[in-house]
C-alpha cells in the first residue's frame, strides 16, 4: 500500500512539473472522475465600467464537485484580462489549471465557457488605453452605466458547441496555438482576494445546500451554443450557479470575485449542483 502511495505521490509530481510555473496552474489532486458538463446559465448585466467577466467553472471539495458561478469583477490592473482555469487529464488523474490574469488571454484547455470565452482567446471585448470597450455581441452589459460598447457578430459561429469541462480523452483534444504559448510565458498574476473569497463562498455554499440563496438555479440544456449565450445574457438574471453534481471530486480554489453584480441584479444563477462519486478519490493538493 505504500509503494502505491508513493508511486502516486511521484506520478502528481511529474505532472505538476510538466505544467508551465507562469500559470500559476497547478493543483496537484489525485481526481480519477470527471467534472461534470458545463451547465447553461444567463449572465448577469456587467454592473460597472471596465469590469471582466470571469466565468463559471466547476471545483472540487470534499463533496465532490460544486459550481463557483461567474461574477463581473474589476481586474487587478488596467490592462489585464482574465484567462480561465481548466481540468485537464494527464497520468490517470484530473489535474485543476488555475486561471491568471495577464496582457493577453492563454490556454484554457479549448473549454467553450461562453460570454466571449468560445475555447480559445477572449471575444468580449479589448482595452482601448485605459477604457475598456464590451462587445455586446456575446456579453450583457447594464447600458445605463455602461457606455463603451460595440458590436461584434463576426466572432459569433451558430454551431452547436461542445459542454465539456475538461481537456482529454472523453472531453476536449484541443492544444494551445501559438498566440496562447507566447501569452502562457508572460509576467501573470493570481487571482485576486475577491476571486478567492468568491469560491470560498461557493464552497460554503456546496457543503451546506439547505441553507437559503440569493439566486435561483439554472436549468440544464442539451445544447449550449453562442447564439444560445447572447440570447440568455440579453434578459435580467444575475448569477450563474448551477447545481452541484454526483460525483464525488475536489477542487483547486481560483475564489471569489466581485460581488456587486450578483448583488446588483435579481438574476438565476449559474449553480450546478455538486457530483458525488462513488469510489472516494484523494483530493489534496497544493499550489506550485
Known amino acids: 500500500m505504500k509503494?502505491?502511495?508513493?508511486?502516486?505521490?511521484?506520478?502528481?509530481?511529474?505532472?505538476?512539473?510538466?505544467?508551465?510555473?507562469?500559470?500559476?496552474?497547478?493543483?496537484?489532486?489525485?481526481?480519477?472522475?470527471?467534472?461534470?458538463?458545463?451547465?447553461?446559465?444567463?449572465?448577469?448585466?456587467?454592473?460597472?465600467?471596465?469590469?471582466?467577466?470571469?466565468?463559471?467553472?466547476?471545483?472540487?471539495?470534499?463533496?465532490g464537485y460544486y459550481w463557483v458561478p461567474g461574477v463581473w469583477l474589476a481586474p487587478p490592473t488596467v490592462g489585464l484580462l482574465w484567462t480561465p482555469g481548466y481540468w485537464g487529464f494527464g497520468g490517470g488523474f484530473y489535474i485543476w489549471h488555475a486561471g491568471?490574469?495577464?496582457?493577453?488571454?492563454?490556454?484554457y484547455g479549448g473549454v467553450?465557457?461562453?460570454?466571449?470565452?468560445?475555447?480559445?482567446?477572449?471575444?468580449?471585448?479589448?482595452?482601448?488605453?485605459?477604457?475598456?470597450?464590451?462587445?455586446?455581441a456575446v456579453v450583457n452589459v447594464n447600458r445605463t452605466v455602461v457606455h463603451n460598447v460595440y458590436v461584434d457578430r463576426t466572432v459569433i459561429h451558430n454551431t452547436v458547441a461542445s459542454r465539456a469541462s475538461f481537456n482529454g480523452p472523453g472531453g476536449l483534444s484541443a492544444r494551445p496555438t501559438q498566440e496562447e504559448r507566447v501569452a502562457m510565458g508572460e509576467h501573470h498574476v493570481a487571482p485576486t482576494a475577491h476571486q478567492v473569497s468568491h469560491e470560498a463562498i461557493a464552497a460554503r455554499s456546496a457543503r451546506h445546500p439547505n441553507a437559503p440563496q440569493t439566486a435561483a438555479r439554472p436549468q440544464f440544456s442539451n445544447t449550449?451554443?453562442?447564439?444560445?449565450?447572447?440570447?440568455?445574457?440579453?434578459?435580467?438574471?444575475a448569477a450563474n450557479h448551477p447545481a452541484p453534481v454526483s460525483h464525488h471530486i475536489a477542487a483547486n480554489h481560483p475564489a471569489p470575485a466581485n460581488h456587486h453584480a450578483e448583488a446588483n441584479h435579481h438574476a438565476e444563477a449559474n449553480h450546478p449542483a455538486p457530483q458525488v462519486a462513488h469510489n472516494n478519490p484523494e483530493g489534496r493538493g497544493r499550489r506550485k
Open 3 to 63: 509503494r502505491l502511495f508513493g508511486t502516486r505521490t511521484l506520478l502528481l509530481a511529474l505532472l505538476a512539473l510538466a505544467i508551465p510555473a507562469s500559470s500559476f496552474a497547478a493543483v496537484a489532486i489525485s481526481i480519477t472522475i470527471a467534472p461534470p458538463l458545463l451547465p447553461v446559465y444567463v449572465q448577469p448585466p456587467c454592473p460597472a465600467e471596465g469590469y471582466i467577466w470571469t466565468p463559471g467553472y466547476w471545483a472540487w471539495g470534499p463533496a
Open 100 to 107: 491568471y490574469w495577464g496582457p493577453h488571454v492563454g490556454f
Open 112 to 136: 467553450n465557457y461562453g460570454f466571449g470565452y468560445p475555447g480559445h482567446g477572449f471575444t468580449g471585448g479589448v482595452w482601448a488605453g485605459r477604457v475598456f470597450r464590451y462587445n455586446t
Open 224 to 237: 449550449h451554443t453562442t447564439a444560445n449565450h447572447q440570447a440568455l445574457a440579453n434578459h435580467h438574471v
